[in-house]
């Protein structure tokens, strides 16, 4: 325990005797501890804390207290542009108030949103902040807090917008280039921190490093999320896209298949017709269909028979055939060659009287 204080008295003093007399006396600028243990309690309430308590409640709305938020937001980066050189200590505070981001994510349910790389950029910049508002204070490290102040004017106009309600969703067609201008950022503050190990300007190297690697991680972590996020989507849709034209083709495919299946069926059906098969009421060799016989008399309506002779019974023709004679089946003599018994019995008559009167 004594060596980790006297750890503690040694860094005190170090940071006493080169730390930037001007901010001294500020608020939390006396030491790191305060920050960072600000930090460590944001880190374990919304990743921890916060889901724990929200696991078993409602999500709530906060749709009027996103909106102000976000305005306050807009207005305080706005300001802080405006009057960076002289507001750092202000910058710096301005970190805690965007802790709110994540918390109002957790108080809602968006557990979603609250990705590794949203909780590494605010839980690492007051840390950040710290160091350059201790011992840089205004200079060099202004540029850094300059235009990430403008680009935080643009993304809490967005939010504040989103957070209006959904009718306000067909103007926010632009999160994207949001995204693309937050790389660009981080470009540039790598540009302007590592230029001057090439140029000397009695800056501390340190710092160099410790600003330039700030834009490096944040810049490879905001690319993750582009392709992610918008790269991953458009691969989605091209993929989605592909299987509906690869569908279609399928499906023409099958209706080729079953056409042409349709076809050959009806091209067996035709042949089948020979030999006295029945298809669609078309009559082959003698066979009926719709009522007519391949000769073209008709059977049912006028009892007719097919060689012209028959009989019939309650104005019926039955239905057995042979030889081009009808049968009754037992209600009547038999047809012989399309003749019946009652018809030969009246002509061996009339042979007989004509014969009696030749002979008279």
Known sequence: ???????????????????????????????????LAVCLTYVYLVKVLGPRLMENRKPFRLQNTLVFYNAVQVIFSAWLFYEMVHACWWYYFSKFTEFLDTIFFVL?????????????????????????????????????GLLNTFVHIIMYTYYMFSAMGPQYQKYLW??????????????????????????????????????????????????EFYKNAYKGRRTKHKNLLMFILQRKEKDDDD???????????????????????ISNGVVSNGSLANGLTKNGYKMASTSLLANGSGTTLNGSIKPTTANGSLHKNGDAPLLVNGHSKMGVELSTQLTQRKLQQQQK
């Open 1 to 35: 325990m004594a060596l980790i204080m006297k750890y503690i008295d040694s860094m005190q003093r170090y940071m006493d005797s080169h730390g930037d007399s001007r901010t001294k006396d500020w608020p939390m600028m006396s030491s790191p501890f305060p920050t």
């Open 108 to 144: 809602r349910k968006k557990t979603s949103q609250v990705t590794t790389l949203h909780v590494i950029h605010h839980g690492c910049m007051p840390m950040s902040v710290w160091f350059g508002v201790k011992f840089t204070p205004g200079g060099h490290s202004t540029f850094f």
């Open 174 to 223: 632009w999160k994207k280039y949001l995204t693309t201008l937050q790389m660009v950022q981080f470009v540039l503050i790598m540009v302007h921190a590592f230029q001057l190990l090439f140029i000397d300007c009695n800056y501390p190297k340190a710092f160099v490093w410790w600003i330039g690697m700030h834009a490096v991680m944040f810049f490879f972590l905001f690319n």
């Open 255 to 277: 209706l080729d298949v079953q056409k042409t299946n349709k076809a050959v069926t009806e091209e067996q059906q035709k042949a089948s017709l020979t030999n006295g098969h």
